[in-house]
């Protein structure tokens, strides 16, 4: 690790800020010191804030049937080989009412953009499951709405909104994505959700098809200037069915490199350590907890979801990755001095 590198570390932790220049600087100069480096200092960061504590999330993935044709998704629309489904607002609260028998106190609700969940089945669902369990808090990641429908939802309940940004660069935006989707809108729709009070997650892939230097440097000066109470980021991975599966999947270590930039840059951040880094290697969520992260999802959906729910190639539903395994996953963490802690977790 060069000097300079190691100096705009310094910065970077007095002033939680660089230029895009120096982002781009900082992951050029990506080497496997720099990356111990700015573990090693991430997880100080890590500790003032929060100790030891990993949060985790039960997620359900509720429906696989969306109407965009993002190109890396596995469940895009265009994708006839993908074997649709769609959990009832009934088995849905079956999956919150095991999630909270096993100590989970949040739910995110994901899925594709699936025009059955509209405002009036949405609504009813998030105030049942907020009246069952007022201990809990609910996350929705369910794509982009209008901001009067956000509105509804938050005032049914709903605490926080997870909805990458998938990629800073508006030209990045557009390759990934149908004409139908646009870079503006997805920021039409961050925006809206932070103003209307939720906690907001946004994110992106590493190594997404034409994903650049540049690009990721504007992905960290994003999140430095829109301050998400949470970033979700793993690595990309091919999906046989899509026009990228030939393409490699992202780097596990530079997606950890990553995650400890982004703590340095937001101390208090909820950073997951993703289903694509434990997907992509045995011990990956581990190195990205220690790396800085400190969420970790565990998936609530029924068996058949899960094996349906196939965003890409081999997604992990096995062993730690599944919510009953939680004791499991305490072990887990326990190995590497991390501490799961049965809490909403909200940001600090
Ligand atoms: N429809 C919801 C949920 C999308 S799935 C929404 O739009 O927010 C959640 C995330 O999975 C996406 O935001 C995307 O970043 C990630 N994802 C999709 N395909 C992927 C792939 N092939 N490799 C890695 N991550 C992928």
Not at 103 to 112: A, D, I
Not at 289 to 309: C, F, H, Q, R, T
């Amino acid at each position: 690790m060069t000097d300079r590198i190691r100096s705009l570390f310094n910065t970077l932790i007095k002033t939680r800020t660089l230029k895009v220049s120096e982002y781009k600087e900082l992951i050029e100069g990506y080497s496997p010191d720099a990356r111990e480096y700015a573990a090693a200092l991430a997880l100080l960061e890590k500790e003032k804030v929060y100790g030891k504590a990993v949060f985790i999330r039960g997620l359900i993935e509720i429906s696989n049937i969306c109407k965009n044709d993002c190109r890396y998704c596995g469940i895009r629309k265009s994708n006839h080989n993908c074997s649709r489904y769609r959990l009832t607002p009934e088995e849905i609260l079956l999956c919150c009412e095991r999630g909270h028998e096993l100590g989970f106190r949040t739910f995110v609700l994901q899925g594709g953009e699936d025009g059955y969940f509209t405002d009036g089945v949405l609504c009813p669902l998030i105030e049942e499951i907020k009246r069952r369990y007022p201990d809990c808090a609910v996350t929705l990641s369910l794509g982009e709405r209008s901001r009067e429908s956000y509105e509804k939802l938050y005032g049914a309940g709903a605490d926080r909104y997870l909805l990458r940004h998938e990629t800073a660069d508006p030209n990045h935006y557009a390759l990934l994505h149908p004409s139908s989707l646009s870079y503006s809108e997805r920021m039409r729709c961050l925006r809206d959700l932070k103003d209307i009070g939720y906690q907001v997650g946004c994110g992106f892939m590493v190594g997404s098809p034409g994903q650049t230097v540049d690009h990721l440097a504007k992905d960290l000066k994003f999140i430095e200037e829109f301050s998400p109470h949470m970033c979700g980021i793993g690595p990309f991975i091919p999906h046989k069915d899509t026009e990228y599966k030939d393409c490699s999947a992202g780097s596990v270590d530079l997606t950890c490199y990553l995650l400890s930039i982004i703590r340095l840059i937001k101390p208090a951040i909820l950073l997951p350590a993703t289903t694509a880094l434990g997907t992509l290697e045995e011990n990956g969520r581990e190195k990205g907890i220690l790396s800085g992260a400190n969420v970790v999802m565990p998936n609530l959906s029924p068996e058949d979801a899960k094996a349906k729910y196939t965003l890409y190639n081999n997604k992990l539903t096995k062993g730690a990755e599944s919510a009953e395994a939680l004791e499991l996953l305490k072990e887990k963490m326990a190995a590497i001095g991390a501490e799961i802690v049965c809490a909403r977790g909200d940001a600090k």
